[in-house]
């Protein structure tokens, strides 16, 4: 009898240990699916699929042998297509925009006129009013209008973009372009049209398109770009034409001094911005927020089933096209000379990636301090990052950007007195960093993604780790 009494206690206990565990599993993951964060509908279905599963190791060596295995009993046919077969799925289906980046390029090579403004297409209308349009219209049905609200107040963010992009970004760009044209005073080796071009671009406020779609990509607060860009692009109407004023106020670039034509100077560059921003900004994303609010569930619906992000991210392909078609048809590129492109490429990237970088490291690794307002006082709560890891991804697509938006209008105006091809010039640089910041952002849409994954992966195993101590702590105390 006392064996089996011994069984028995011994199955007991093991049942009671494993009654014991099984609660916590369960407790642990339906706590992680159930503290994520409002937003995309699927980023509960995402968190289940991607919640780690616990292996013992001896399962894990057995199926990497079983992998093994499966791969010397292919033949050599089968190997060489199935590394087609992902080569091609890398290629097309998951790197698509960068492909179709250089089939427009390619296209506005061959056949500039097609979608440069005033071409077959009226680019001027059908890309920068409707297909811009397309963008925010669905941004307005994706964002709810708290978040936007929200942002609105967010003075901290504004700050950050902002100082970014009319202090840091021109003055640096400055610096640099007086650098070079110091080393080359009578612009041998670098054409003076291309340097104010420079100028030009280091002035101009956030891109309008891109990082919004971009910011969606990587899983980032897009209601913080939307506002970011509704905000810079109308300070930059203002600000713009008085910071080149400024920097092009002394007599070594009075040369460079807007040469404009016809009536309405500077008038008309705030007259056909601001009218670009109300159809193709304000109007497209009031309509979507009001859409949103009367078929909440419909518009869900929509933006889920017909993928409207991928709608979204072909139009600023259009927009890609139409800029790059105007410089090729103006032949920009063949009035610089090699040397004199690589340079403008190269320091674009350079530009891009240092502002990037900066910005990253300003919202993520300097302490901040944390305040908060209680019983009538603000407080200090503690330290930590200066953003969240979404806003953090917002501001690195936005703050390092340049848009053509309020470019284009500032180009044609203030220099329309210049010939088309001194035109292009100014323009090009303007037209290559846009090329640069969509490729490089692109690049690092993946990358962002998979951080801020895991920055959430973190936080909601921190939040679980709490509550079991909570739960500890109270079951000790009972």
């Not at 042998?65 to 010397?72: F, G, L, M, S, V």
């Not at 139409?322 to 048809?329: D, L, M």
């Amino acid at each position: 009898m006392a064996p089996d009494r011994a069984m028995d206690s011994s199955s007991s206990s093991s049942l009671s240990q494993s009654s014991s565990r099984a609660p916590t599993a369960t407790t642990t993951e339906g706590t992680t699916v159930k503290e994520l964060p409002e937003g995309d509908p699927m980023d509960g279905t995402r968190a289940q699929e991607e919640q780690p599963v616990a292996v013992k190791p001896e399962a894990l060596d057995a199926a990497k042998e079983q992998k093994r295995r499966d791969e010397e009993q292919l033949s050599a046919a089968q190997r060489v297509w199935r590394f087609v077969k992902r080569a091609f799925e890398f290629v097309f289906i998951e790197q698509w925009f960068l492909v179709g980046i250089g089939v427009v390029i390619v296209l506005a090579w061959r056949f500039p006129n097609v979608a440069r403004q005033g071409g077959i297409i009226e680019a001027e209308w059908s890309i920068r009013y409707l297909a811009v349009g397309i963008i925010f219209l669905i941004s307005g049905l994706s964002i709810p209008p708290r978040n936007l609200y929200h942002r609105a107040l967010d003075w901290k963010l504004h700050l950050a973009c902002q100082i970014t992009t009319f202090l840091l970004f021109p003055t640096i760009v400055f610096a640099i372009v007086s650098a070079v044209r110091a080393a080359d005073p009578e612009h041998r080796r670098f054409h003076e049209w291309a340097l104010v071009g420079l100028i030009v671009m280091g002035v101009m406020p956030t891109t309008v398109s891109s990082n919004v779609t971009m910011t969606g990509q990587a899983g980032g607060d897009v209601a913080a770009t939307t506002v970011s860009v509704i905000l810079g692009n109308t300070v930059g109407t203002f600000l713009t034409p008085a910071l080149l004023e400024m920097f092009l106020s002394s007599s070594t670039w009075s040369f460079g001094k807007p040469v404009a034509t016809g009536g309405g100077g500077i008038g008309q560059v705030y007259k056909r911005v601001l009218e670009q921003l109300g159809y193709s900004v304000f109007i497209p994303l009031f309509v979507g927020e009001v859409i949103q609010k009367l078929f909440t569930k419909q518009v869900k619906w929509a933006v889920k089933t017909l993928r409207l992000g991928k709608v979204g991210t072909f139009c600023l392909l259009l927009v890609i096209w139409s800029t790059f078609s105007g410089a090729f048809y103006e032949n920009a590129f063949e009035v610089l000379t090699g040397e004199a492109i690589a340079l403008l490429v190269t320091l674009n990237v350079g530009l891009y990636l240092l502002f990037a970088t900066f910005l990253f490291a300003l919202c993520r690794y300097i302490p901040f301090p944390h305040i908060a307002r209680r019983d009538g006082r603000f407080v200090r709560t503690g330290t930590g990052p200066l953003f969240s890891p979404e806003t953090t991804i917002s501001i690195n697509f936005t703050g390092a950007a340049k848009g053509a938006a309020l470019g284009a209008p500032i180009v044609s105006v203030l220099y329309g007195g210049l010939s088309g091809e001194a035109r292009g010039i100014v323009s090009l640089p303007l037209v290559l960093y846009q090329g640069s910041q969509v490729v490089l952002g692109q690049a690092t849409v993946s990358i962002l993604r998979a951080w801020n994954e895991r920055k959430k992966r973190e936080a909601a195993e921190a939040e679980e780790g709490r509550k079991r101590d909570e739960e500890a702590r109270a079951g000790r105390t009972g």
